[in-house]
């Protein structure tokens, strides 16, 4: 069983920034990782993810505001975000599935998950 947990959440101002982690065990072989975000009312949003191959995804409302980048050993997932709004508050996922190098390819479901850490922006 493969376990993730995040970290790097709080609570900012508007225009502020932060960087949120994922660790879990050293992952092997091909994987796709990703960082979910889920408001009270609302849907499951899949925000960034990124393969084994290094290509990353973005969804556009976070496009040139939010960096996802591959780490090393147990913390092979970061997310920096920057110009943070109100908008962006929301609990935070990291997500994992295993055996494709791209995220574009193989089945879209991720098979492991975080319990989230919660990010807060006041305006």
């Known amino acids: 069983q493969v376990q993730l947990v995040e970290s790097g959440g709080g609570s900012v101002q508007a225009g502020g920034s932060l960087t949120l982690s994922c660790t879990t065990v050293?992952?092997?072989?091909?994987?796709?990782m990703g960082w979910f975000r889920q408001a009270p009312g609302k849907e499951r949003e899949e925000v960034a993810t990124?393969?084994?191959?290094?290509?990353?995804n973005y969804v556009d409302s976070v496009k040139g505001r939010f960096t996802i980048s591959k780490g090393n050993g147990k913390t092979p997932l970061f997310l920096q975000m920057n110009s943070l709004n109100p908008e962006d508050s929301a609990m935070y996922y990291c997500a994992l599935r295993l055996g494709y190098a791209s995220c574009d390819s193989g089945p879209p479901d991720f098979k492991y998950w975080g319990q989230g850490t919660q990010v807060t922006v006041s305006s």
């Open positions: 050293n992952i092997l072989g091909r994987y796709c």
């Open positions: 990124i393969g084994s191959d290094g290509r990353p």
